[in-house]
């Protein structure tokens, strides 16, 4: 079946650094991406919709300018967590939708900033 | 706001017996919705979904019941297995946007041997 797959698993990272985390849909093309942030006993909080080729859809509150979002390919997106800070510190999911409208996400990444 | 609420945040089940999982939602223009399953560390598996014109959708041991006039829908699990202890997600959408989905906070199923 389809998979996503989210590197890295596990990242941690300096205060004021930035760091990448990447998301690819290893055996489909996916035109739309997406990318969730989950804080501690909350639910899977959407971030924004990556669309290939085109800039990304911000949800209302998520600064676009601290979480930059490339979809270069119809394969791959990126999350760039710029100048980040410890409240950044959180699980990031992606997910693509694959056919029948079904949603695959990726494994998730952990980041921690010291 | 959240539009997709699942009020338990835990429950705990006998091998061999039913879970039911609950998730409300308050959005009237919800008409797609999905389980997932997940794992510590892992992202979110799809399950299960129901679309708005079915008020019932069965695959195996998970049965999804969607009740459009209370804006409710569960999730049961029989017979429920140990393998089956993980964290569960209700999502719901609408088709007109589907591009958005709206998840609730989780409820964590633990089905003892």
């Known amino acids: 079946g389809a998979v996503v797959s989210q590197h890295p698993s596990r990242v941690i990272c300096k205060s004021g650094t930035s760091v990448k985390i990447e998301c690819r849909s290893l055996?489909?093309?996916?035109?739309?991406m997406f990318w969730y942030r989950q804080f501690p006993k909350k639910s899977l909080m959407l971030m924004a919709t990556?669309?290939?080729?085109?800039?990304?859809?911000?949800e209302q509150g998520v600064e676009k300018d601290k979480f930059l979002i490339n979809h270069a390919s119809l394969t791959l997106s990126t999350l760039t967590v710029t100048s980040a800070h410890p409240e950044d510190s959180s699980f990031y999911i992606c997910?693509?939708?694959?056919?029948?409208?079904?949603?695959?996400f990726g494994e998730g990444s952990w980041l921690t900033v010291v | 706001d959240q539009q997709v609420k699942q009020n338990s945040p835990s429950l705990s089940v006998q091998e061999g017996r039913i879970s039911i999982l609950n998730c409300d939602y308050t959005?009237?223009?919800?008409?797609?919705f999905l389980w997932y399953k997940k794992y510590p560390a892992e992202g979110p598996t799809f399950l299960i979904s129901?679309?708005?014109?079915?008020d019932k959708n069965e695959d195996g041991r998970f049965t999804v019941f969607l009740n459009k006039s209370a804006k409710h829908l569960s999730l049961h699990i029989v017979p429920s297995q140990p393998g089956d202890s993980a964290v569960y997600f209700c999502?719901?959408?609408?088709?007109?946007?589907?591009?958005?989905?709206?998840f609730g906070s989780g409820t964590k199923l633990n089905v003892k041997p």
């Open positions: 997910s693509a939708r694959g056919t029948a409208n079904t949603i695959y």
């Open positions: 055996d489909f093309q996916a035109t739309t």
């Open positions: 990556s669309n290939e080729g085109s800039k990304a859809t911000y």
């Open positions: 959005n009237s223009m919800f008409d797609y």
């Open positions: 129901i679309s708005s014109i079915k």
């Open positions: 999502a719901a959408s609408a088709t007109h946007n589907f591009n958005k989905f709206y």
